[in-house]
């Protein structure tokens, strides 16, 4: 099993930054890959920045050069920095863990593990 929580969200008037931290817990090593996701009142979740599972970064278009998605292996973090914040990226932010098939590793399922998910405002 593996947890997962995110923190850092708040309220920032548009133009301004905002880091937010994802910690995971437990048996993380089976973790391939880790990510950030975002859901606005009345809209699907949607992809921000991810690592994937090869080790490369995607990012929405509508992110690209204002978010930064980094991470730490050692406590098993992954940071979102975002600058320029605008009022479309009001959301409630998620961090997302998979956990793959590696023989190797003795990883023996695939698996998604979500945070509870922190508030990003940017009023208008």
């Known amino acids: 099993q593996v947890h997962v929580v995110e923190s850092g969200g708040g309220l920032v008037q548009a133009g301004g930054s905002l880091r937010l931290s994802c910690v995971a817990s437990g048996d993380t090593r089976c973790i391939s890959s880790k990510g950030w996701y975002r859901q606005a009142p009345g809209k699907e979740r949607e992809l921000v920045a991810v690592?994937?599972?090869?080790?490369?970064?995607a990012y929405a278009d509508s992110v690209k050069g204002r978010f930064t998605i980094s991470r730490d292996t050692a406590p098993n973090t992954v940071y979102l920095r975002m600058n320029n914040l605008k009022p479309g990226d009001t959301a409630v932010y998620y961090c997302?863990?998979?956990?793959?098939?590696?023989?190797?590793?003795?990883?023996?399922?695939?698996?998604?593990?979500w945070g509870q998910g922190t508030q990003v405002t940017v009023p208008s």
């Open positions: 690592y994937r599972s090869s080790g490369s970064i």
């Open positions: 997302r863990a998979v956990t793959s098939i590696d023989t190797a590793r003795d990883c023996t399922a695939w698996d998604e593990y």
